[in-house]
């Protein structure tokens, strides 16, 4: 692949105050474009090692900064780096970004920088929406998941799946110069062997979609119950519980009467479904709508009722916990199955926080097993790798021409290969990396 032209710069430290700011540079000039603006003695550089010096305009000193070279390809980008480590504040980063913009480098659109870094082959289409899972991880089990992703795990599996059907394939070609003879009952069973293993590689992954989103996303929980049984003093409860450091990322889209929770390291999306109603008749009608909307997308309902006064409610659902609130009051009957809490004490979250982990299906992972947990765009390509698959044992088995299920294993390659990057992924890498950060 031919090297990109053009030098790239950013700042890759997010605006406002701080102790210091980073100013990124990728590509061939950067060395150039450094050496008219650095000032440093000794003035020969090391690369990966920081130099103190100072940032000039001319004759004029702009700041005092650190800057780390990297020579092409042990870098990030895997081309020729700068990094410059000047103060914080949000002047000064941008006036240095400036100077180096007039001395000939771009302004990086978002993710630019991870982009170069896949196309010069130095990580793969996995690992690239790992560095973006890393930066947008708000609780610490997607923040492991994402750096697991990042050292390759879910990539390299990938990767070893292709690898099967590019074998698979070469195997069932051997039969395509030979069509008179199709393909004999005991090749024709190792090949089903074949394509089964990779079949059932691909529904483990697929398995692994929910709790990537999960993962990512949060759990979707729905606080319903009669009005008095104590919802919004539950939400509080929760709310109150949270000791995590998760500030409100701008710009995710979040309904307003949604609260996040991190607790015991899973991110919960909670809905308190009495706050979903209004005062009259038409908007109440419009409410209990959007309550029955809450409940069916929801991962989770707290089901919480007041066992003072309530009768035993019916059935529940898959996904219900039933949270039997007001446990510091006499009860007329606890309900099999209820965790008796008191919103009052807090008594009893504990074994609802348990609940809550264990239904949510992420309690394995907060014991520390490994995390290939999927995304979105992974599910979809592995959809159709598994289609494809499912095809290509069918005619296998059928023991049809050997040309049409290395047809189906071919677009199994092309799907597994998209996921990775290997096969031609233009269309889809502008949507991946738009999605970053500037400077990343
Ligand atoms: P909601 O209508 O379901 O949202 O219920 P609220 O959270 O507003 O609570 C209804 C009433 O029950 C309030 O007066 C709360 O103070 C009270 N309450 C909530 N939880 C408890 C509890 O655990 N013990 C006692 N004794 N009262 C509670």
Do not use: W
């Given at each position: 692949?031919?090297?990109?032209?053009?030098?790239?710069?950013?700042?890759?430290?997010?605006?406002?105050?701080?102790?210091?700011?980073?100013?990124?540079?990728?590509?061939?000039?950067?060395?150039?474009?450094?050496?008219?603006?650095?000032?440093?003695?000794?003035?020969?550089?090391?690369?990966?090692?920081?130099?103190?010096?100072?940032?000039?305009?001319?004759?004029?000193?702009?700041?005092?900064?650190?800057?780390?070279?990297?020579?092409?390809?042990?870098?990030?980008?895997?081309?020729?780096?700068?990094?410059?480590?000047?103060?914080?504040?949000?002047?000064?980063?941008?006036?240095?970004?400036?100077?180096?913009?007039?001395?000939?480098?771009?302004?990086?659109?978002?993710?630019?920088?991870?982009?170069?870094?896949?196309?010069?082959?130095?990580?793969?289409?996995?690992?690239?929406?790992a560095?973006?899972?890393?930066?947008?991880?708000?609780?610490?089990l997607?923040?492991r998941a994402a750096a697991q992703q990042l050292e390759g795990r879910l990539g390299s599996e990938?990767?070893?799946?292709?690898?099967?059907?590019?074998?698979?394939?070469?195997?069932?070609?051997?039969?395509?110069?030979?069509?008179?003879?199709?393909?004999?009952?005991?090749?024709?069973?190792?090949?089903?062997?074949?394509?089964?293993?990779?079949?059932?590689?691909?529904?483990t992954l697929?398995g692994t979609?929910?709790e990537g989103?999960?993962l990512?996303?949060?759990?979707?929980?729905?606080?319903?119950?009669?009005?008095?049984?104590?919802?919004?003093?539950?939400?509080?409860?929760?709310?109150?519980?949270?000791?995590?450091?998760?500030?409100?990322?701008?710009?995710?889209?979040?309904?307003?009467?949604?609260?996040?929770?991190?607790?015991?390291?899973?991110?919960?999306?909670?809905?308190?479904?009495?706050?979903?109603?209004?005062?009259?008749?038409?908007?109440?009608?419009?409410?209990?709508?959007?309550?029955?909307?809450?409940?069916?997308?929801?991962?989770?309902?707290?089901?919480?009722?007041?066992?003072?006064?309530?009768?035993?409610?019916?059935?529940?659902?898959?996904?219900?916990?039933?949270?039997?609130?007001?446990?510091?009051?006499?009860?007329?009957?606890?309900?099999?199955?209820?965790?008796?809490?008191?919103?009052?004490?807090?008594?009893?979250?504990?074994?609802?926080?348990?609940?809550?982990?264990?239904?949510?299906?992420l309690?394995h992972l907060a014991s520390g097993q490994s995390l290939a947990a999927i995304?979105?765009?992974?599910?979809?390509?592995?959809?159709?790798?598994?289609?494809?698959?499912?095809?290509?044992?069918?005619?296998?088995?059928?023991?049809?021409?050997?040309?049409?299920?290395?047809?189906?294993?071919?677009?199994?390659?092309?799907?597994?290969?998209?996921?990775?990057?290997?096969?031609?992924?233009?269309?889809?890498?502008?949507?991946?990396?738009?999605?970053?950060?500037?400077?990343?």
């Open positions: 692949m031919a090297a990109y032209e053009e030098t790239i710069a950013a700042v890759a430290t997010p605006p406002g105050e701080g102790a210091i700011a980073l100013v990124r540079l990728s590509g061939p000039d950067s060395p150039k474009i450094l050496s008219r603006i650095f000032r440093s003695s000794p003035a020969s550089l090391h690369p990966r090692h920081a130099t103190f010096g100072r940032i000039v305009d001319g004759e004029e000193t702009i700041d005092q900064v650190l800057v780390t070279t990297y020579r092409a390809p042990a870098s990030f980008t895997g081309e020729e780096m700068a990094e410059i480590s000047c103060h914080g504040g949000i002047l000064l980063a941008a006036k240095i970004l400036e100077l180096v913009l007039r001395h000939g480098a771009r302004a990086a659109e978002p993710g630019e920088f991870s982009q170069r870094a896949f196309f010069n082959g130095k990580i793969d289409l996995t690992r690239a929406e560095i973006m899972d890393i930066i947008r991880a708000r609780t610490p997607a923040l990938i990767l070893a799946l292709r690898n099967t059907a590019l074998e698979t394939v070469a195997h069932i070609e051997a039969f395509i110069d030979f069509p008179e003879e199709g393909i004999d009952p005991a090749s024709g069973r190792v090949l089903l062997e074949k394509i089964q293993t990779l079949l059932a590689r691909t529904t697929l979609a929910d989103r999960i990512r996303e949060g759990v979707r929980v729905a606080i319903a119950g009669k009005p008095n049984a104590g919802k919004s003093s539950l939400l509080n409860r929760l709310l109150g519980m949270d000791r995590a450091i998760v500030s409100e990322i701008p710009g995710t889209t979040r309904d307003t009467i949604e609260e996040t929770a991190c607790l015991r390291g899973i991110l919960y999306r909670l809905t308190d479904t009495a706050g979903l109603r209004e005062t009259s008749d038409l908007v109440e009608r419009q409410g209990v709508a959007r309550t029955e909307r809450a409940l069916e997308s929801a991962d989770l309902v707290l089901h919480v009722i007041d066992p003072s006064t309530e009768e035993i409610p019916p059935a529940l659902r898959e996904n219900e916990i039933l949270v039997a609130n007001k446990s510091d009051l006499p009860c007329l009957a606890l309900p099999p199955g209820a965790i008796a809490v008191s919103c009052t004490t807090g008594a009893g979250f504990d074994q609802l926080l348990d609940a809550m982990s264990e239904a949510s299906g309690r995304n979105a765009r992974h599910k979809a390509l592995l959809e159709s790798t598994r289609t494809s698959l499912e095809a290509a044992a069918t005619l296998v088995q059928a023991n049809e021409p050997p040309e049409l299920a290395a047809l189906e294993l071919r677009a199994a390659l092309d799907t597994l290969g998209r996921i990775v990057g290997t096969t031609d992924t233009e269309d889809i890498l502008g949507e991946i990396f738009s999605r970053f950060c500037i400077g990343k």
